[in-house]
């Protein structure tokens, strides 16, 4: 079946710091995979996607690669802000489009 | 602007009463989606609708019903059925079913009394 594992949270960093977010995901044929971003009370937005191997989405200072040898898309960012703390979702569609997502990462940047 | 709203940001209710949550897109979309997110969990998807007077159950469908007679809405019934209805209640579309990225509303959070 598919499934995607992220990282428990939270995740407390300081500014400036580097951030990592691990997934991994489970899927049968050949999934896109997403990171969305969810600020308190909102909903989910669309932060970056990869729809094949070796794929890099990236936004906002954020990146991922799609690493089909390793079932993975870990969430990077070289230096994080205060602004940036969310809590983040990885997720999968596979065919017809159904969505799987991770439990989410909470994330806290602290000045 | 282009996008999804859901109202009432907030709803309460009292056991027993069926609430409808309301979901209206003017992005033109096709499919439209409704997940249930609880604390400290992931979406779970409840209801999905493919285009106009079609919809489909999710994972845990039990509980709630839908309705898709215009393209742009696509309300959420949370009935008495629904063991354990409080959570926070997002609604999505996308351009098709067959398009692989979803679009979120700002959610809609249900607490029964």
């Known amino acids: 079946g598919n499934s995607v594992t992220q990282m428990e949270g939270p995740v407390t960093l300081s500014e400036e710091a580097f951030l990592t977010i691990n997934c991994t995901y489970t899927a049968t044929g050949y999934p896109s995979l997403f990171w969305y971003v969810q600020y308190p009370g909102e909903g989910l937005q669309l932060l970056l996607k990869a729809t094949k191997a070796d794929d890099k989405g990236s936004n906002k200072g954020f990146e991922a690669t799609y690493r089909k040898e390793t079932t993975s898309f870990h969430l990077e960012k070289g230096s994080v802000q205060v602004s940036d703390s969310a809590v983040y979702f990885c997720?999968?569609?596979?065919?017809?489009?159904?969505?799987?997502f991770g439990t989410g990462t909470s994330l806290t940047v602290i000045p | 602007d282009g996008g999804i709203t859901q109202s009432p940001k907030y709803l309460f209710r009292k056991e027993g009463q069926n609430v409808t949550l309301s979901c209206e897109q003017n992005l033109n979309h096709d499919a439209m989606y409704w997940y249930r997110q609880d604390p400290g969990q992931g979406l779970r998807l409840i209801y999905y609708s493919q285009i106009v007077n079609d919809f489909q159950k999710g994972d845990i469908a039990e509980g709630y019903s839908v309705s898709r007679e215009k393209k742009e809405s696509f309300p959420l019934t949370v009935t008495s059925a629904q063991k354990n209805p409080t959570a926070f209640y997002l609604c999505?579309?996308?351009?098709?079913?067959?398009?692989?990225?979803?679009?979120f509303g700002p959610g809609t959070r249900l607490t029964v009394l």
């Open positions: 997720a999968l569609s596979a065919s017809g489009n159904q969505f799987y």
């Open positions: 999505a579309s996308s351009i098709t079913w067959l398009t692989d990225t979803q679009y």
